[in-house]
């Protein structure tokens, strides 16, 4: 995926909670459990980045859909209103 965020940023120390069993696996697998979790971590946000773009996508093209649909037949409501 592309990467969206700035790559020479500062990097500063966080606290996180992980599963224990994990690192000690993951540990084994690389020692820069930092870049892995950096990766990890880029990848989840273009990930939810893009989801919410095709969210909103969807919603506008709903929307236009319903207001060309109310501009060609009028509104349901048009029949039961009391005005």
Not at 44 to 55: C, G
């Amino acid at each position: 995926m592309k990467t969206t965020h700035y790559k020479e940023a500062r990097k500063r120390p966080v606290n996180l909670t992980l599963n224990e069993d994990l690192v000690v696996q993951v540990r084994a697998l690389t020692d820069n459990l930092s870049g892995v979790v950096e990766s990890l971590l880029s990848d989840y946000v273009e990930h939810e980045r893009r989801q919410r773009i095709a969210k909103a996508k969807t919603v506008e093209a709903t929307i236009s859909t319903w207001n060309d649909f109310n501009d060609k037949q009028g509104s349901f409501a048009d029949e039961y209103s009391p005005l």
